[in-house]
């Protein structure tokens, strides 16, 4: 091996050690959170609802249905999902936050989902912040990524063969050696298969858990346009200078029979907002039910539902359609199920290098005493004929 070869064996292995269990748990918990929704949907079949042939209920309608149910709690967003789904009204209590599911057509409570008891949710929590504080978690989550960033570069360098002659060995597994060998082989060949996916669920990670990932991608998108982040997601303000003292509709079915008006095609609607009285009314709809990308995004003042701000897709740059389709990206459904099971197989295979390369490592220090002690045993052997020899002399 090369002396070069030798200072990134190092650089590699000790980047393993500082990150390998936090980079173990971030990819086991990435395996569960891949498939939670259809998971949740086997599980929980209040989730889904039978489409009836009639309108759905308004959006105050369904908060005012859930309010009852919980009149002690505080209103804090809700979602239209699909027509074959629940609605979701969320609200906060001294239990926590509730996520109600309501059958959009008949105003019945089919489910309340308490988030923090959610499995899917506690797993979410432990793949961003490990459970630790947020501020905490996620500077621990977002470091060991960047570190395992470089340990995947750095094992591409370890991997790449020198000679022809040994790139059929590279990218195969040899099943029929010894286990050692397998878990050589599954470390090193499993390790290159997986690295450019791994390496794009980091970058979409790291897009989560730091703003300057976020805008750093938002600008490479956006290179040569004259355009900022800050300018396209603007923050709009609520007027509270002239409060109504009464409205005829509520200001959050004005809101959504715009969204209605302007986004017909879209199923999904997810409304959300501050308890400032100069917050907006937030809301985003989507084309597709739990997809996330190519969404139209609505500022509302809170009050009345007048429309204060409206970007639909197509007007977006492309930086900010890239940032819309981070969460797809990063859980593989951009590309449906196959790339929902490319995705699980990537973070399957990043959770099992720590581990086969920790054995890997210990193979090594085992075998370097046996080495010394064979030797030790052949140069007595020698010593012991030379003396031998001379005393028959």
């Known amino acids: 091996m090369t002396a070069f070869k030798k200072a990134v064996l190092f ?25 939670q929704d259809e998971l949740q949907d086997m599980m929980h ?18 908060q005012d249905i859930v309010q009852k149910k919980f009149p002690k709690g505080a209103p804090a967003g809700m979602a239209y999902i699909g027509p074959d789904r629940a609605a979701q009204v969320r609200v906060i209590d001294k239990a926590g936050y509730h996520n109600v599911y309501i059958n959009q057509y008949t105003g019945k409570i089919q489910g309340d989902d308490i ?9 979410e929590y432990i793949h961003l912040y490990l459970l630790l504080p947020d501020q905490i978690g996620r500077v621990v989550v977002g470091v060991s990524v960047l570190i395992f960033v470089a340990i995947m570069i750095t094992g591409i360098v370890l991997w790449w063969p020198k000679r022809k002659s040994d790139r059929k060995r590279s990218f195969t597994i040899k099943w029929s050696g010894r286990w050692r060998r397998i878990n050589y082989d599954l470390h090193n060949v499993m390790g290159f298969y997986a690295t450019a996916i791994a390496i794009i669920l980091a970058i979409t990670g790291l897009a989560m858990s730091f703003e300057w990932m976020e805008k750093g991608i938002y600008n490479a998108a956006n290179v040569g346009r004259n355009i900022t982040h800050d300018e396209e997601e603007k923050v709009m303000k609520s007027d509270t200078l002239h409060i109504p003292a009464e409205v005829s509709v509520p200001a959050i079915d004005v809101a959504y029979a715009t969204i209605r008006k302007q986004s017909p095609q879209h199923p999904m609607i997810v409304f959300y907002g501050g308890d400032k009285p100069s917050d907006v009314l937030n809301a985003i709809s989507y084309p597709k039910p739990l997809y996330f990308s190519y969404n139209d995004t609505y500022q509302f003042d809170k009050h009345t539902g007048k429309l204060l701000h409206f970007l639909p897709n197509a007007k977006k740059s492309p930086g900010m359609k890239l940032t819309n389709m981070n969460y797809d990206i990063h859980v593989g459904q951009i590309a449906g199920l196959p790339g929902k099971i490319i995705a699980f197989l990537a973070s399957l295979i990043c959770a099992s290098l720590p581990i086969t390369g920790f054995i890997i490592w210990l193979g090594k220090r085992k075998k370097k005493p046996k080495a010394k002690k064979v030797r030790d045993i052949s140069h007595r052997k020698t010593h012991q004929h030379l003396k031998t020899s001379s005393d028959d002399q």
Do not use: M
């Not at 590699?12 to 498939?35: A, K, N, P, Q």
């Not at 988030?115 to 797993?123: A, M, R, T």
């Open 45 to 62: 079949d209040y989730r889904k609802v039978e489409v009836l042939s009639k309108p759905i209920l308004k959006p105050s309608v369904l």
């Open 115 to 123: 988030l923090q008891q959610n499995f899917f949710v506690i797993v």
């Open 11 to 35: 650089i590699h292995r000790w980047l393993g050690f500082i990150s390998g269990l936090v980079v173990f748990i971030i990819s086991i918990t990435g395996c569960l959170f891949c498939f």
